[in-house]
């Protein structure tokens, strides 16, 4: 099955610096790529989402960069907020028949310091 | 639109109880999942359902059952609760089948098992 490793576990930065996290997957069908933000003790929530036959997706401080040949994604926050610290999924996914399998990352706890 | 609802929030059980996790969708999805969520374990997949009337095994279905009693609403059966089923479960749902890949999260039940 596919096997999604995430990186690092937890990142701290100073406000108003760049944070980058790292994804690696196994799976070469894998088609679509979402990323999940999670605040303490609420649920997960998409922030960005990049499809397989896209290189690079931003949207407004966040951009997601995709490559299938080595099989990793990464997510950038730029001019990073306190309300940016939370925890963060990766995920990998591809589909079955309307059904879509989801493996989820480990996660990345991200502290923003004021 | 309430998007997905799930009861109850919090719940003891002692080991060998049995309890029903029930999560409701209003946004006509096809598809519903359940999700445990441990720390440093990122999200495992217990089961899903790809439409109404089909279920299927996820990553971690042991001790665990599942009933898709229609199109809205997708239960979670713990028939003798075990320490180690301690964890937040969460319910989703999608709609693969309409192009829309994103998965919506319920709230979470946080269940302990004594």
Known sequence: ?114 | NAGVTQTPKFQVLKTGQSMTLQCAQDMNHNSMYWYRQDPGMGLRLIYYSASEGTTDKGEVPNGYNVSRLNKREFSLRLESAAPSQTSVYFCASSDPGQGSYEQYFGPGTRLTVT
Do not use: M
């Open chain 1, 1 to 114: 099955g596919e096997n999604v490793e995430q990186h690092p576990s937890t990142l701290s930065v100073q406000e108003g610096d760049s944070a980058v996290i790292k994804c690696t997957y196994s799976d070469s069908a894998s088609n679509y790529f979402p990323w999940y933000k999670q605040e303490l003790g609420k649920r997960p929530q998409l922030i960005i989402d990049i499809r397989s036959n896209v290189g690079e997706k931003k949207d407004q401080r966040i951009a997601v960069t995709l490559n299938k040949t080595a099989k990793h994604f990464s997510l950038h926050i730029t001019e990073t907020q306190p309300e940016d610290s939370a925890v963060y999924f990766c995920a990998a996914s591809k589909g079955s028949g309307g059904y879509q399998k989801v493996t989820f990352g480990t996660g990345t706890k991200l502290q923003v310091i004021p």
